[in-house]
T-cell receptor, first 114, second 114 residues
Framework: QQQVKQSPQSLIVQKGGISIINCAYE??????FPWYQQFPGKGPALLIA?????SEKKEGRFTISFNKSAKQFSLHIMDSQPGDSATYFC?????????????FGKGTLLTVNP | DTGVSQNPRHKITKRGQNVTFRCDPI?????LYWYRQTLGQGPEFLTY????????KSRLLSDRFSAERPKGSFSTLEIQRTEQGDSAMYLC????????????FGSGTRLTVV
């Protein structure tokens, strides 16, 4: 069974600052680590994902950094904007093969002040 | 096809009543998942279907819960004899079997048991 620990629980950042959210997992046999973004009243939406054969993936202002030996991956949001204010979840799969039975962290509530 | 559709968006029911939720996945997706999310927590896996076959059920899914996906299209989640502890957001997601990484979630059904 996969375990995922996410920190911090909440984060307040000024506009233009860098937001960093961390995630640690236990089971190493998997190939896919996504981050989801959730706004109030909406379902989570896939933001960015990484496979463990690379150490970093960047999409616009969002970057995932992956440390396989430490079993950790983190989300960096550069030039944070008030529209980024949302809850962010990391996740890891419970079985070999993607798209199957994700275990989610407890979430990080990000507030970006204008 | 604009995404995963869930109905109703909100449901208030009295304890002991039965409720049924519907999910219409993205039509090309052959995998369908149900998750439950309580306040301040990440989504928790309940069950998933590949086409019409229900391939796994979480131990969170007591015998009061039943899910179906007739003909591999839409899915229903029924809760019998609802309890206050069933109050949560019920999320449906869909994905391809292979070649894609990441779920598409619906906006969920918010269940309140009074």
């Amino acid at each position: 069974q996969q375990q995922v620990k996410q920190s911090p629980q909440s984060l307040i950042v000024q506009k233009g600052g860098i937001s960093i959210i961390n995630c640690a997992y236990e089971n190493t046999a998997f190939d896919y680590f996504p981050w989801y973004q959730q706004f109030p009243g909406k379902g989570p939406a896939l933001l960015i994902a990484i496979r463990p054969d690379v150490s970093e993936k960047k999409e616009g202002r969002f970057t995932i950094s992956f440390n396989k030996s430490a079993k950790q991956f983190s989300l960096h949001i550069m030039d944070s904007q008030p529209g980024d204010s949302a809850t962010y979840f990391c996740a890891a799969p419970n079985s070999g093969g993607s798209n199957y039975k994700l275990t989610f962290g407890k979430g990080t509530l990000l507030t970006v002040n204008p | 096809d604009t995404g995963v559709s869930q109905n109703p968006r909100h449901k208030i029911t009295k304890r002991g009543q039965n409720v049924t939720f519907r999910c219409d996945p993205i039509s090309e997706h052959n995998r369908l998942y149900w998750y439950r999310q309580t306040l301040g927590q990440g989504p928790e896996f309940l069950t998933y279907f590949q086409n019409e076959a229900q391939l796994e059920k979480s131990r969170l899914l007591s015998d009061r819960f039943s899910a179906e996906r007739p003909k591999g299209s839409f899915s229903t989640l029924e809760i019998q004899r609802t309890e206050q502890g069933d109050s949560a957001m019920y999320l449906c997601a869909s994905s391809f079997y292979r070649g894609n990484y990441g779920y598409t979630f619906g906006s969920g059904t918010r269940l309140t048991v009074v």
